[in-house]
């Protein structure tokens, strides 16, 4: 199982719970029907029943409909819920969508706010800067640096973007790292006009990665949120995504996609493991009978702190 960075948990138990079915189907094969033991306080109990399709297993998975939503719970607290990073054709513009939230939370007096990123896994690096701009108390550098390599000449099939090439030709060495000079991030960043400067709690779990990971350690290193959940997939320091080379491999011809830029945080707190993902301060992992009743004891806990 390699779904995470570096020695994160949090995705490999993300992919487990999520895809058990399926690591079994592939070890064991499939049957009609299943008999389960295990042992509770020393007493053996056993499960029979008949295996279900992965039709009826998705349904327990249901895409969001909704990938942006902002609502306030009560005079004092919002929820503010990023499924992703980018919108796709015919959603709402992200960029507005959070200047209006961030502006109903100004005008509104709102003194919490619950910012749910679980399940975000990708997006345009971009969208998590300026949503830190929004949370942001003082000025702040979001990247360290962009590692990247020369531009090179390969006896194999690959594509790579001619964007990425031209801009990636006006990198430098500097202090022993080919540094990728053109990206976002780099430079001081500041507050935004209407930047939030209540209580935040964050929710994270084993699927948020890439851009949201960036966020989070951005965030915690700031001690600007307190963070609920589970240990994020994505890499604390940083993580390679950006451009792709994509490779077809000579004897299978599968396409294999490279990225070309590892992007690494600026200024990480003291506390973060950079090997980890982000590590919440209050873990949170969810038993499988209150999946089964479908409650959400993370969102429950948030709406507690923020009461008090």
Known sequence: MTYGDGESLGGKYYELNRFFSAYYATEYGISDSYRVDWIVNGTQQTWEGKGISKTEIEKTYPASQDPFSFKK????????????????KGE??????????????????????????????????????????????????????????PNSSVDFDHHTSKIFRIANSFSKEKDGIYQFVKGSGLKLEEPHPLAFKGKVVLLLDGQSFS????????????????????????GAEGNSSGFFSIVT?????????????????????????????????EEIRPSALVILHQKDPVMERALQLSEK
């Open 73 to 88: 719970v009560n005079d004092r607290t919002a929820v503010l819920k990023i499924d992703r990073f980018f919108s796709m």
């Open 92 to 149: 709402p513009d992200l960029k507005k969508f959070f200047k209006s939230s961030f502006t109903t939370l100004s005008e509104e007096g709102i003194s919490n706010l619950i910012l749910d990123l679980r399940g975000n896994e990708r997006g345009n690096e971009k969208l998590g800067i300026e949503l830190y701009k929004y949370l942001a108390l003082k000025p702040f550098h979001y990247y360290r640096y962009l590692s990247t390599r």
């Open 211 to 234: 851009v949201t990971t960036e966020f989070a350690s951005k965030a915690q290193s700031d001690q600007r949120v307190f963070i609920i959940g589970e240990e994020t997939a994505g």
């Open 249 to 281: 491999l000579p004897h299978s011809k599968i396409d294999l996609g490279i990225p070309r830029i590892g992007f690494h945080m600026a200024d990480l707190g003291e506390n973060i493991d950079q090997n980890r993902g982000i590590l919440p301060d």
